[in-house]
């Protein structure tokens, strides 16, 4: 699936990109078609790069040849690679890669949703399977990738997951860049000033500076997805406090089991029903996997992963039962 949204921050931010996409594969491959990542230039030699279509070898000569089309020593187009005899690679298959050159006036051209259509090298006619893949995505609202003689059409859809994390301290890097490469998500990183974020904003993260960020509150979608983790225990418990009044899908708040039992008691003073409360989860992840930023960070991200509620609470022992600090 094409993340439109992805490209769209690539393309603002570096101005000119190249797409590498699997338009098919035979036999054993590292991912499979779909799978897609973008390459940009900067100031160092290799510049820089999100998404991933499999990694090691296959990976690294795919971001060369995109870089290469961005320097304009080689062209768009469709390349086959037999992954053992060509890249000494073991999966033993091989992938069809097509790259494509995107700025602002291509960019143009993508829908916003639907079937998005185009040859990937000339062709004078479009084949009949695209065709028909274009017939049924219009006819049944069913879109699925296909690729035939040259031409992709492949299905362009919104992200499935809003997730807004508040506060840009410790743990919210640590949250937005191990979240940021994970498909299907619209990330929205919110806290008070410019300099709180991170020097670099991952691909994909969308940032907002807000002096009073409870401001911020009613633009969130219903079905959000929510982490609290900022500076401020006031500020914490406001969002607490707001976002039950505003309605959420799932809300996270780090702290410790003692912090929670105050806010608890707080927020059914204000009125709150016990059930709804409840549906804030405090602590968040595994507070067994450690209290470092990237543990935290990372059992979050695990639990976004799991079939259940996306941000889960942990039993919290005595001795985990000390405030984290971000």
Same mark, same amino acid.
């Given at each position: 699936?094409?993340?439109?949204?992805?490209?769209? @921050?690539?393309?603002?931010? #570096?101005?000119?990109?190249?797409?590498?996409?699997?338009?098919?594969?035979?036999?054993?491959?590292?991912?499979?078609?779909?799978?897609?990542?973008?390459?940009?230039?900067?100031?160092?030699?290799? *510049?820089?790069?999100? *998404?991933?279509?499999?990694?090691?070898?296959?990976?690294?000569?795919?971001?060369?040849?995109?870089?290469?089309?961005?320097?304009?020593?080689?062209?768009?187009?469709?390349?086959? !690679?037999?992954?053992?005899?060509?890249?000494? !690679?073991?999966?033993? *298959?091989?992938?069809?890669?097509?790259?494509?050159?995107?700025?602002?006036?291509?960019?143009?051209?993508?829908?916003?949703?639907?079937?998005?259509?185009?040859?990937?090298?000339? !062709?004078?006619?479009?084949?009949?399977?695209?065709?028909?893949?274009?017939?049924? %995505?219009?006819?049944?609202?069913?879109? +699925?990738?296909?690729?035939?003689?040259?031409?992709?059409?492949?299905?362009?859809?919104?992200?499935?997951?809003?997730?807004?994390?508040?506060?840009?301290?410790?743990?919210?890097?640590?949250?937005?860049?191990?979240?940021?490469?994970?498909?299907?998500?619209?990330?929205?990183?919110?806290?008070?000033?410019?300099?709180?974020?991170?020097?670099?904003?991952?691909?994909?993260?969308?940032?907002?500076?807000?002096?009073?960020?409870?401001?911020?509150? =009613? %633009?969130?979608?219903?079905?959000?997805?929510?982490?609290?983790?900022?500076?401020? #225990?006031?500020?914490?418990?406001?969002?607490?406090?707001?976002?039950? +009044? #505003?309605?959420?899908?799932?809300?996270?708040?780090?702290?410790?089991?003692?912090?929670?039992?105050?806010?608890?008691?707080?927020?059914? *003073?204000?009125?709150?029903?016990?059930?709804?409360?409840?549906?804030?989860?405090?602590?968040?992840?595994? =507070?067994?996997?450690?209290?470092?930023? @990237?543990?935290?960070?990372?059992?979050?991200?695990?639990?976004?992963?799991?079939?259940?509620?996306?941000? @889960?609470? @942990?039993?919290?022992?005595?001795? !985990?039962?000390?405030?984290? #600090?971000?």
């Amino acid at each position: 699936m094409l993340d439109r949204a992805a490209l769209d @921050q690539a393309v603002e931010r #570096h101005g000119s990109v190249v797409r590498v996409v699997i338009c098919a594969h035979q036999g054993s491959s590292p991912r499979g078609a779909g799978a897609a990542m973008l390459v940009w230039s900067d100031l160092s030699d290799r *510049g820089g790069q999100s *998404g991933s279509v499999g990694g090691g070898a296959l990976e690294f000569e795919a971001a060369r040849r995109a870089r290469a089309i961005l320097s304009g020593a080689a062209e768009p187009g469709i390349e086959r !690679q037999a992954l053992g005899p060509n890249l000494g !690679q073991c999966c033993g *298959g091989a992938v069809t890669l097509g790259y494509e050159r995107f700025d602002a006036g291509a960019l143009a051209e993508v829908p916003r949703t639907g079937l998005f259509a185009r040859p990937l090298s000339p !062709q004078a006619e479009m084949p009949l399977a695209i065709r028909r893949a274009l017939r049924s %995505a219009r006819g049944e609202g069913v879109a +699925t990738l296909r690729f035939a003689r040259g031409w992709l059409a492949e299905p362009v859809a919104p992200p499935s997951r809003a997730v807004w994390i508040w506060g840009a301290g410790h743990v919210g890097r640590a949250l937005a860049s191990t979240l940021a490469p994970l498909p299907g998500l619209s990330i929205t990183w919110i806290d008070t000033a410019a300099d709180r974020f991170a020097p670099t904003i991952p691909n994909g993260v969308a940032t907002r500076v807000a002096r009073d960020p409870l401001a911020l509150i =009613p %633009a969130a979608p219903a079905e959000a997805e929510h982490v609290i983790l900022t500076y401020s #225990h006031a500020l914490d418990f406001d969002l607490c406090h707001a976002l039950l +009044t #505003h309605g959420f899908k799932s809300c996270g708040l780090i702290g410790s089991a003692s912090k929670w039992a105050r806010f608890r008691n707080r927020l059914r *003073g204000l009125g709150h029903a016990p059930d709804e409360i409840a549906r804030i989860s405090c602590p968040i992840g595994d =507070p067994a996997l450690g209290k470092h930023p @990237q543990e935290i960070a990372i059992s979050v991200a695990a639990a976004f992963l799991a079939p259940r509620t996306a941000v @889960q609470t @942990q039993p919290a022992s005595r001795a !985990q039962d000390r405030e984290i #600090h971000r």
